[in-house]
């Protein structure tokens, strides 16, 4: 699986958008981009995941560039309960299971 | 719907005992993975597993490890003669056919 990289930590005010980086410049075209958030010591919790279009969902946008090199998640009106370590992981599907690859994740801290 | 459920949620043990970790995955999948979280660090695979088959084991420890998956009933991991460095959250997730893994509360195994 591709890897991919982040930036290890982020602010953002509450009520303001959050906006998460990825770069994943080695993607191969059956790969998915997924995101998961873990709340301090809790499971992973899946948010989204997309192949080159943007998706949205009832917790968050995913935006991926045209060149699918790079991914942005999007929490449009951040609350305190965003605080955690948000993981962007590539992951290919290509009609077999596979295994997701953590890598260290971006820690947004969402402030009053 | 319930999610992924997990048991015991701590779980602690002497050295040299024997740990069992049951994880029953969501109704309707069929595929389960084990994720082994050390602390401080990120979340990394150890094994996948499909109704009485391993898939991939590719991150288990050589040695005092096993897990299944029997027909009926929930997958168990299994640590045997545990050590200090078996201390750790235990993470199990869900998928059906291999698609979205969804991940369960953890059981945290503290090993004296």
Redesign the interface.
């Known amino acids: 699986d591709a890897k991919t990289t982040q930036p290890p930590s982020m602010d953002c005010a509450e009520g303001r958008a959050a906006n998460l980086p990825c770069n994943h410049s080695t993607i191969s075209g059956n790969e998915y981009v ?1 995101w ?1 958030r ?1 709340i301090h ?6 948010i989204i ?1 997309g192949l080159k279009n943007n998706e949205t969902n009832e917790m968050a946008s995913l935006i991926i560039t045209e060149d699918r090199k790079s991914s942005t998640l999007i929490l449009p009106h951040a609350t305190l309960r965003d605080t955690a370590v948000y ?1 962007c992981i590539v992951r290919v ?1 290509d ?11 971006t820690r947004l801290q969402v402030t009053l | 719907n319930a999610g ?1 459920m997990q048991n015991p949620r701590h779980l602690v043990r002497r050295r040299g005992q024997e740990a069992r970790l049951r994880c029953s995955p969501m109704k309707g999948h069929s ?1 389960v ?1 084990w ?1 082994r ?1 050390l602390p401080e660090e ?4 150890m094994v ?1 597993l499909q109704k009485e088959n391993i ?2 084991e ?2 288990m420890p050589k040695e005092r490890f096993s897990a299944e998956f029997p027909k009926e009933g929930p997958s168990i991991l299994r640590i045997q003669q545990v050590v200090r460095g078996d201390s750790a ?1 235990y ?1 199990c ?1 869900s ?1 059906p ?10 059981t ?1 195994l503290l090993v004296l």
């Open positions: 997924y998961y873990q010591s809790q499971g992973p919790q899946y995941h993981y599907w009609g077999t299971a596979s295994k997701l690859t953590f890598g260290t994740g | 992924v595929h993975y994720y979280q990120g979340l990394k695979f996948y898939i991939d590719s991150g959250a993470f997730a998928s056919q291999g698609g979205t893994q969804y991940f369960g509360p953890g945290r």
